[in-house]
């Protein structure tokens, strides 16, 4: 399985310290378990920031990183070894794996944190912590700060500053490394071929959740522990719903189905978007507007590259499908005021991507001092343009009511261009079509 090598998070912890400075200490605490109902608990899935400095996959634990430190930089507090626990909850690295495995300087039990944390931060000048984003954590916090203050007469230094470590931190995760793109490249190729399987299997008669259970079958197999995000199976009207979640109605010949669904591997996400006929060919009308958000999805690429900016590629589908539901009848007048009025909104209401990484939505600002950011190499993101005719609108010919169609990719930014890394699954009308048709040919 490829997985982020030790040796990567000990470059983010160095490059993470060397922008905090002297005189700081950076806090981060593991994500909490969750309750699903009564005392079953959610699959554990680490906090994508906490991840991306130790990879460190448990609950219970606290990240404390201080520059400087002369017996070593990086404290991890984690849960003891406890054999009666972990015959039940499975093995915990404990300290000695704290330090072995995940490369930590030290490692306490997290039981202790209360008597030892307070004099780690004591004498520091300056805190960096994402304050407001676990807040039973804010207020632990602000205890141990209280308790270092009480003793400022004895010659206690408490902290003078309190710095948001989300802007740091979420700038260096902006940048991929090349063993992240390779983590997200394994990602988006076992999605790929999820995708390819649910074309494979679609039939009139099943259900939306067929088609799930498909996808979720090919993320197992290929080693991925869960669905980057809830997977969308929205089939006729239902694709006119951006976020669709049911995933619980028949598949209809004649109909459209759009499937929205990625897997992630070591917390890495991937994030498809592909929309296939249900019978396996399509109408006249589906096939038009296919065409034209797969020209748009195409166009988008090229203005994605070092120097360009972050929207450039947005409002490169905007022209694309605003000139091209003008050519269809589906809007009237003439295609910069089209644009300027923002009349193809309610046809293409959301924007043409977001970064990918740790989060399917990832982390880092989309505008620097008031202007689009430029892209440079290691940026991750999606592609993903659309057009949504609602099942309702009056507006338009009954012939174009009810379709919705997706087509999303992933790319990096390279030296050149991009790198696409979602290239596995077919999107050209006609390959759609023929692996459809030798799918049924070879169940016949």
């Not at 619980?248 to 498809?272: F, H, N, R, T, W």
């Not at 079509?433 to 070879?442: I, T, V, W």
Request: contains cysteine.
């Amino acid at each position: 399985m490829t997985r982020i090598p030790k040796s990567e998070f000990a470059r983010r912890r160095k490059a993470l310290m060397e922008q905090m400075g002297p005189d700081s200490i950076a806090i981060l605490p593991a994500a909490p378990m969750y309750i699903r109902n009564r005392d079953v608990e959610h699959v554990y899935r680490q906090d994508s920031d906490f991840q991306y400095l130790s990879g460190f996959p448990e609950p219970e634990a606290v990240i404390a990183l201080i520059p400087g430190r002369e017996h070593g930089e990086y404290v991890l507090f984690c849960r003891e070894r406890d054999p009666e626990r972990e015959l039940w909850d499975g093995l915990r690295a404990g300290q000695e794996g704290a330090v072995r495995d995940y490369g930590a300087d030290d490692a306490f039990p997290i039981g202790d944190i209360d008597d030892i944390l307070p004099g780690l931060i004591e004498g520091r000048e300056r805190v960096y912590y994402a304050i407001g984003s676990n807040e039973a954590f804010d207020h632990r916090l602000m205890e141990w700060i209280k308790s270092i203050r009480s003793k400022a007469r004895q010659g206690a230094q408490p902290p003078s500053e309190f710095v948001a470590l989300d802007h740091l931190l979420h700038d260096l995760r902006l940048y991929k490394s090349a063993a992240e793109v390779k983590v997200m490249q394994a990602a988006a190729e076992i999605s790929a071929r999820a995708h390819v399987r649910a074309m494979q299997a679609a039939r009139p008669g099943l259900f939306e959740y067929h088609l799930e259970a498909e996808l979720d079958y090919e993320f197992r197999k290929g080693g991925a522990k869960m669905p980057a995000y809830g997977s969308i199976v929205a089939s006729g009207r239902n694709a006119c719903i951006l976020h669709y979640r049911e995933n619980d109605q028949p598949l209809k010949d004649g109909d459209l189905v759009l499937i929205d669904a990625g897997c992630e591997i070591d917390c890495y996400a991937s994030d498809i978007t592909r929309t296939f006929p249900v019978s396996g060919r399509f109408s006249a009308e589906q096939k038009a507007i296919y065409e034209l958000v797969l020209a748009a999805n195409e166009e988008a690429f090229r203005h994605i590259a070092p120097g360009r900016h972050w929207n450039e590629a947005h409002e490169a589908t905007v022209r694309v499908i605003t000139a091209g539901l003008v050519e269809l009848g589906l809007l009237e007048g003439e295609l910069d005021e089209l644009i300027a009025s923002e009349a193809y909104k309610p046809f293409y209401m959301h924007r043409a991507g977001h970064w990918l990484g740790l989060d399917v939505h990832d982390v880092g600002d989309y505008k620097v001092g008031g202007q689009w950011r430029v892209l440079e190499p290691g940026m991750c993101m999606t592609v993903e343009p659309g057009i949504y005719i609602a099942a309702d609108n009056q507006q338009v010919a009954k012939k174009w009511r009810g379709i919705g169609v997706r087509i999303e990719d992933d790319v990096v930014v390279t030296r050149s261009g991009c790198q696409i890394l979602t290239g596995g699954v077919p999107k050209r009308v006609e390959e759609i079509e023929a692996l459809m048709a030798e799918a049924r040919q070879g169940s016949a």
